[in-house]
Structures are given as C-alpha cells and as structure tokens.
C-alpha cells in the first residue's frame, strides 16, 4: 500500500483548483455569448413539416425577411435512405435565438 500523504499538498492543490476555475470562467466570458447555443443563452428550437420539399436556403431567406438573419436551418431527412444526401427537404430544424409567442405565430403563419 503506497503511502502518500495527501493532506501535505492540500494548498497546492487547491491554488491550482482555483487557477483552472478562475480561467474556465474567464475564457467563458471572453468568448461572449455569441458563440453559445441556445442551451447556454435562451432561444426557441422549432421543428416545422412542410406539405412539400424545399430547399434549406428558401427557409433562411424567409425568416431573413421576417428579422431573423442569424436564424440556424437544418433539414431533417427522413425515408428510406438517410445516407442519401439531398438538397431538398420537407422537415426542418430552426434555431431561432429569443422568440417570443407573437414571433411564433407569425412564422406559423408565414410558413403555414
């Protein structure tokens, strides 16, 4: 049984614990928020199924025209073949950063 005394280093250790806290939280703020999803800053996460397939680029272009320029659209395939890639789709994912109850009508509406 090795026989190290743990309680000797404690000072050590705990500078050395709060220097890797003090600089997680200081590279958290630098980065700014930004570069967080909407996990980290608040937003909504839509999933829309349109009656036909689109392209991903016509969605980023109606919601650039509703405000909503920063806007992330994923398309979604679903089928038979899901290693197929294809340009155009009827199910997307849109990540929109604070969209309030009215916004979310409107896209409804828009896209309905």
Same mark, same amino acid.
């Given at each position: 049984i090795p026989n190290i005394r743990f309680i000797n280093y404690r000072f050590i250790l705990v500078a050395v614990s709060g220097a890797c806290i003090?600089?997680?939280m200081t590279t958290f703020v630098i980065r700014g928020n930004k570069k967080y999803d909407i996990d980290? +800053?608040?937003g909504t996460l839509v999933q829309i199924q349109l009656n036909k397939e689109i392209q991903p680029g016509i969605v980023r272009t109606a919601l650039g025209e509703t405000g909503y320029? %920063?806007?992330e659209v994923q398309s979604i395939w679903s089928g038979d073949n899901l290693t197929q890639f294809l340009? +155009?789709?009827a %199910?997307?994912?849109i990540r929109i950063k604070e969209l309030g109850d009215e916004k979310i009508r409107q896209k409804i509406t828009y896209f309905g």
């Open positions: 003090i600089g997680g980290f +800053t608040g320029d %920063e806007a340009s +155009t789709s %199910e997307f994912g």
